[in-house]
């Protein structure tokens, strides 16, 4: 099934997001994504004394709410950082064709942080 949804990841990448998902417990995943209380990390992008990059996948499929995303861009206006959205990309953002303009970005940004 996973290879079915994934036609275009490498068959490395669908073995070990198999084995994720056979050690994956419900009750961490649903942890994960409802927090205790409203938070974000978002404000303290800020506080990163180095260049930073924040690549997010295209506005479909990314995980990262549009307001987080907001605050994100509030906090690093006027930093030392950059944020990219990736059109066509997905939140596995390493994986199949999302790959390439994912690497793409990277080396580029590192090219120009030497």
Partial sequence: RLRARNP???????????????????????????????????PRLADVGAPLLLLVADPAHTVIAPERLAEARAALAGGDARIVELPGTTHNMLRGHSYAPTMDALMGWIASNR
């Fill in 8 to 42: 275009d990841w490498l068959d490395e990448d669908v073995h070990w997001k198999a084995l994720a998902l056979e050690q994956c417990r419900a009750e961490q995943v649903r942890g994960f994504f409802t927090p205790a209380a409203d938070y974000s990390l978002a």
